[in-house]
Structure formats: C-alpha cells, structure tokens
C-alpha cells in the first residue's frame, strides 16, 4: 500500500482548516480499504470535530472499519479537549491499521494516543511523510515544545534597502500582489504585532480582508501610551496595548502592563503563551523588526523587495540572518522567505 501517497492526501486536506482551527493544529484524515479512499475528513474550525470524527462520520458503513487503514497526519489525541478523545473512538470503531503522520508534541497526547491504539489490538504505523507533517503543523510543534509562538517577520522594502522614508510618512513600497500574499498570511496566523510609530503613521487595520479566514488578534508596543486608542481609529475588533502605564480594558481596547527592559521580549512570550497565541506575525517598523532578530527570536522572515523603487534616505531595513529557502518574482517585487533553523 502506498503509505506516502494517502499521507499526502491528509496533508492536502489538512491545508483547508487554514485560518480557521487556530491554536489547534492542522489535521486531515483518510480512510482506506481496498486500495482505495472511502472517506475523508479534516479538522474544520476550533472547537468542532477532529479530522478522524468527520471522516468516520461521512462513512455509510461503520463495519468496513475492521478491514480498513485510516491514515492521519497528527497522532490521534487521548484526552478529552473541545471534543472526545478520537482514540477512544478508533478502538470503539475496531479501525485495523492507524498510519501516523507524526507525534503530537502536546503533553497531554505525546504518545499515548498511540499507545492506546496498540494496548486495544489496532496496528500502528508512524512516521509516514514526517518532515512535510513537522512543516505543516510548525505552529503547533513551536507552541508546545518551546512554549511560545511561532513567529514570522514581515516587511516590505526599497530596491536600495530603505523601508520608510525620513521624516516618517505613510508609504506604500509594494505592489497590489503583495497586499493579497501579506493577508493570506495574516490569515493563518493567530496574532499581528506592530510597534506604536507603524499604528499612528499607517493607521494599518491589520486584519485579513482580502482574504478569507479569521482575522489574527492586534497586539501595539506602546511603552509610554502615545498611540491613538480612540473607537474610530481602533475599529470594531480589539486590540491589546504593550505598555508600562496600565492594565485595564476599555471597550476594544485591552490595555496589558509589562516591564520594559532587557527581558521584555521573553515577557512577551510569556503572556502570548498564557493567551493561547500559537503564531505571530511581527509587521513593525524597523526598531521592532531588529528587535526580535537580535534577540535571535524568530522562525521565518517574509520579504518584499521591489524591483525599481527606491529611495535617497530613511530607515534601513533589518539584515538577514537566515536560510533563503523560497523567491518568487512578482509584477513589482521579488517574495522572499528565509528560514531561521537556530531560533530560541
């Protein structure tokens, strides 16, 4: 049987929860008897069904369940979370065999979802496309083994390396085409964070609507408070303030006290952790940018160079330290993705 093969078809169903499961993880489930599919499910939106609870649902006949292969790109869950535990309902199904993409990196899975497969008689398969398992589900894994975000650099910049001229102005450097790859990104990540120059100068809404999905939370570091927070300017979804001054909510606007030193990044990433933020897409100005990459925190870094724009001074962007893993030339700029394998 060809393991890899249905693998990949989880993958690609998996792929259709983007934007809409998280913090939970990216799963797609298929089941095999005969060679061939016979159901299929995927994991749809936070809180509702697991990919294998859709997939055994849609199927006619629960009996050819003792005769069939479900494959699943992410170990089958042993606790009782926003559903049952699908474990439980694989043995309760007398499924055959179970082929595993990867291990959840949960502690309260980590293993025993599989365990409980085998410990009840079913044959289990693990490993099956597991680099393609890890990269898709690279949110998850990041939030639970180093227990932060997965985070991802975001900037767009000159042909001449300039990001935003000087003085500061509002200035739009790329084309249309990267406004609708910056959204589709914002979409799969969980929270958007910019310092409080990029909130009051570009007056950005740092949501997703050229794009369909969920929109990501807004976080502003805003040291001393010297953003505009008023209900016409912050809009109808809320927005938390990084600040010194205060800790409080008003309306749509949660204003979240930290200490501002060396450690306020690891702060950070303490309380986005307590929030269930499992990705961040930093869209700052270059301060914040640098921020983040001098302290070695960060996963991916998206860059938009355009090809012909340039300017005579401003603010440089941040240099790169990282893999180039992808380039794609658009009509006026070229998309970059860098990897950083050596993150903290």
């Not at 749809?44 to 006619?60: C, Q, S, V």
């Not at 912050?234 to 450690?263: A, K, M, P, T």
């Not at 355009?306 to 893999?323: V, Y």
């Amino acid at each position: 049987m060809n393991h890899e093969y249905f693998m990949q078809r989880c993958l690609e169903l998996a792929k259709r929860g983007s934007g809409f499961v998280n913090p939970n993880p990216l799963v797609g489930c298929v089941i095999v008897n005969d060679g061939k599919i016979i159901s299929e499910g995927w994991h749809t939106a936070f809180g509702k069904d697991h990919a294998e609870r859709m997939a055994i649902g849609l199927l006619p006949n629960k009996g050819i369940l003792s005769d069939s292969t479900l494959y699943v790109n992410l170990e089958p869950c042993a606790h009782f979370g926003k559903t049952p535990p699908c474990s439980s309902l694989l043995i309760e199904r007398k499924v055959k065999r179970v082929v595993v993409g990867m291990t959840d990196p949960n502690l309260l899975v980590a293993g025993k979802g599989i365990a409980m497969l085998r410990e009840n008689g079913i044959e289990v398969i693990e490993n099956i496309g597991n680099q393609d398992c890890l990269e898709l589900n690279r949110f998850f894994v990041t939030f639970h083994t180093k227990k932060r975000p997965y985070i991802v650099l975001k900037w767009a910049e000159c042909a001449n390396g300039f990001m935003a001229p000087s003085p500061k102005s509002r200035f739009q450097i790329s084309g249309p085409e990267t406004q609708t790859i910056t959204h589709s990104l914002r979409r799969d990540v969980s929270a958007i964070l910019v310092g409080v120059n990029t909130w009051n100068i570009d007056k950005p809404q740092l949501n997703n609507r050229l794009w369909s999905g969920t929109s990501p939370q807004r976080f502003v570091v805003d040291n001393h408070l010297k953003g505009n927070y008023h209900s016409d300017f912050v809009g109808n979804s809320q927005v938390y303030i990084l600040n010194s001054l205060r800790n409080e909510i008003v309306e749509n606007v949660h204003y979240v006290q930290l200490h501002f030193d060396e450690n306020f990044l690891k702060n950070l990433m303490v309380l986005l952790f307590k929030l269930n933020i499992n990705s961040l897409m930093v869209e700052g100005g270059a301060f914040t940018l640098n921020e983040f990459i001098k302290h070695n925190l960060f996963d991916e870094i998206h860059r938009f160079k355009s090809k012909n724009l340039r300017l005579t001074n401003g603010d440089l962007a941040p240099e790169i330290k990282a893999n180039l893993v992808s380039t794609q030339e658009l009509p006026s700029d070229f998309y970059e993705v860098f990897k950083n394998t050596s993150s903290l």
